[in-house]
Structures are given as C-alpha cells and as structure tokens.
C-alpha cells in the first residue's frame, strides 16, 4: 500500500466485508462504547492493541504513544484515563510495552543527535532516567538486546507504577486494577508482569 487511494480502497474493502458478514455492525457500534480495558500502549505499528488480544472494535478503549510511557505531565494521556475511569466506567487498565522498542533502543543505543529528533529525545527524558536508576543491573547484561529487553520490562513496571500513583486512579484505587503486560514480536504472546517490582 503505498497511495491514500490504496489506503481507502482498503477501507471500503474492509466495511464491505464486515457489513457482509454482520450487517448491523456499524449501527451497533455506534450505539454504545463499553470497554472492559483501557490499554496504554507503544504506538509502535506492530502492536495493534485491539488485533493481538483478539478484540473488536468498541471493546477496547486505546491510547497510544512512543515508548508507552505514562507522565504527569502529559495531559493527553490523562484525559485519556480520565475518560476511561470516569465516564466510561473502565476498571482493569493495562499498560503493555513490547520487546524490540524503537524508543528504548534510543536509550540503550543513542543516536547521534539530529535536529528533527527533539521531540522524540524530550520525550524519552522518562526513559533515560529510568535507565540511568538500574544502570548497574543493565551494564550488567553483556548482550545488547538482551539489556534492551530487561529495559522495557522495566519501563512497563515503571509506567504502571506512575499510573497507579496518577491523580485519577489514585482516588479509585479500591476499584481499579492495573497490569504491566508486555508483548513479544517474536512469537506474538504477552507476558504478565505485574506482580513484579519496578
């Protein structure tokens, strides 16, 4: 697919093959929006949320960002909890990070810097901290892919743990769950890490 008009001949594909199958999915996806799941996820394109937990759409409330990383600070990615926990009643929120992460390869691996890159270096600031925290036990790791695993890993304890302490979960903890899963593009499985520390 290399064209906007591939891009939407695919669309009108896909439509047409769902109305075929079920023809009143559109109307009863418009009808309601009752997500079990919120997922904070990498926007990574190989990890589509909805697509490797098997789930339709409407059945998954979903945000998205580079590295998977939950901040304060980033009121986009509040609002998003905000909505899901509030409004829409979510009470089990995931937060999945994936082996073999762009964002933090550029902390195991850094780049040189390049000009068109400070939004993505001010962003995985997060990141580095973090590494910076466990570098002992990550210099320990000889094998460079193998540190970047154990990297996410703990990016996904770190982001879970920040999203339990957010303001919007933190008044509700009784009632919300909160797992750290993370997704192998090797072999298309999650692992639960939840009941690990940080």
Not at 39 to 68: K, Q, T
Not at 145 to 164: F, G, I, K, M, S
Request: net charge negative; proline share 4%; charged share 25%.
């Amino acid at each position: 697919m290399k064209t906007l008009h591939d891009l939407l001949r695919r669309n009108r594909e896909w439509s047409e093959a769902l109305r075929a199958n079920t023809p009143d999915f559109f109307e009863r996806l418009c009808g309601i929006q009752r997500p079990e799941f919120l997922w904070i996820g990498c926007s990574d394109s190989r990890v589509p949320a909805n697509e490797i937990i098997g789930m339709a759409p409407g059945e998954l409330f979903v945000h998205r960002n580079v590295a998977n990383l939950v901040v304060a600070g980033d009121a986009n990615c509040m609002s998003v909890v905000q909505y899901a926990v509030e409004v829409l009643q979510v009470r089990r929120l995931i937060v999945c990070g994936h082996y073999g992460c762009g964002g933090v390869r550029a902390v195991i691996e850094p780049l040189p810097s390049i000009g068109g890159m400070m939004h993505v270096d001010r962003w995985l600031m997060p990141l580095r901290h973090l590494a910076t925290a466990h570098s002992a036990e990550l210099q320990a790791i000889d094998d460079v892919d193998r540190r970047a695993d154990r990297l996410c890993e703990l990016n996904v304890l770190e982001q879970a743990w920040r999203l339990r302490l957010s303001d919007v979960v933190r008044t509700r903890s009784d009632e919300i769950t909160v797992y750290a899963l993370i997704y192998d593009l090797r072999d298309g499985l999650l692992r639960n890490l939840s009941d690990q520390r940080p």
